[in-house]
């Protein structure tokens, strides 16, 4: 028996879809004709070429809460039906949704890169362990991170509201909190990625360690070209070794094996060797460079496409000076 997909989706505040959403509507297209899409948020805009179109639609569910979410996707889910239930992998609906697969006991996975004839790919152990899987029970959750490009269509779906009985709110959304500019490092969206080695904190030409320089050249080229900023193992480890560290450097930074891996369009690591467990984080950077005084390093056999040469102090320094005038 085919299965009934529903795609889950948040609006933005005028109304419509963002582009994470879309791109998980058109990966269900691919699996079926059987499709709705259930839409949470303040208000709803109609969407062309969809059969379904159900929606929650109130002030309550503009902002995050677990309680609002949880309610309007089991509410949606049970008046489509649905068996096989698709969602953006975001960070909203990867807290409401666990929750939600119990309320209908049903199934949920995440981190899900794929869908083909009723099987899913996805990772696991921090995105090296690639699997295939497939699940008897339903409904089945699957949180995307990634779909097909969307593609418009002709036809427009009548706007199907939904009720949700809400339990009583204790949480409520009062502003919002962000770092300053200079102190956010981490930048998942950004086009560059700056990794730093632990090179930086070694002595230099002169027979002495600069760290305080080497601070303030890493964080001046953040702040000009707002890239994200990564590290090697061994230089988020400095601080338990008694050595001077960049202050502005912890573990949630730390790239490679034991680290994150991340999906930025450019990469350019600084002062460190290119060893395979620090490199096994760049297999999703799409291009890749590295600035190092050791022609032998680890860069150098085929694990960059540029490698320079040269003190990553002047390198910085001068693109700084560059990015200033531009």
């Not at 582009?19 to 297209?29: F, H, S």
């Not at 706007?159 to 709110?169: A, D, E, H, K, T």
Request: glycine share 10%; with cysteine.
């Amino acid at each position: 028996m085919s299965d009934v997909i529903l795609v889950l989706a948040h609006t933005e505040a005028d109304g419509t879809l963002n582009e994470a959403a879309l791109d998980v509507i058109q990966t269900a297209r691919s699996l079926g004709d059987k499709l709705a899409v259930g839409l949470v948020g303040e208000k709803v805009q109609p969407l062309r070429g969809v059969a379904t179109l159900c929606a929650v639609e109130g002030p309550e569910f503009t902002q995050p809460r677990y309680a609002t979410d949880a309610a309007a996707a089991e509410a949606l889910c049970r008046a489509a039906g649905a068996t096989l239930v698709l969602a953006p992998g975001t960070s909203r609906w990867t807290r409401a949704l666990p929750g939600v697969a119990q309320r209908l006991n049903g199934r949920v996975d995440s981190h899900v890169m794929a869908l083909e004839g009723g099987r899913a790919t996805r990772w696991f152990y921090r995105q090296r362990i690639e699997a295939v899987l497939t699940r008897a029970e339903r409904p089945w959750f699957l949180l995307l991170d990634a779909g097909l490009p969307y593609e418009p269509r002709d036809g427009e779906a009548a706007v199907q509201r939904v009720s949700v009985s809400l339990p009583p709110l204790r949480t409520r959304v009062s502003g919002f909190a962000t770092p300053k500019t200079e102190q956010q490092t981490i930048r998942p969206d950004a086009d560059l990625l700056l990794v730093a080695g632990a090179g930086w904190t070694k002595k230099q030409k002169d027979g002495q360690t600069h760290v305080a320089e080497a601070g303030k050249l890493i964080l001046g080229f953040l702040a000009a070209t707002r890239a994200s900023l990564g590290s090697s193992k061994s230089l988020v480890d400095l601080s338990g070794e008694g050595q001077s560290v960049l202050p502005f450097l912890s573990h949630l930074n730390q790239v490679g094996q034991t680290g994150a891996t991340p999906r930025h369009p450019k990469g350019l690591a600084t002062c460190c060797h290119g060893e395979e467990p620090h490199v096994v984080g760049w297999r999703f950077i799409q291009e890749r460079r590295a600035v190092n005084l050791d022609p032998n390093c680890g860069w150098a056999r085929g694990k960059t496409d540029v490698l320079y040469v040269a003190d990553a102090f002047e390198i910085i320094a001068r693109l700084n000076e560059l990015l200033r005038v531009t």
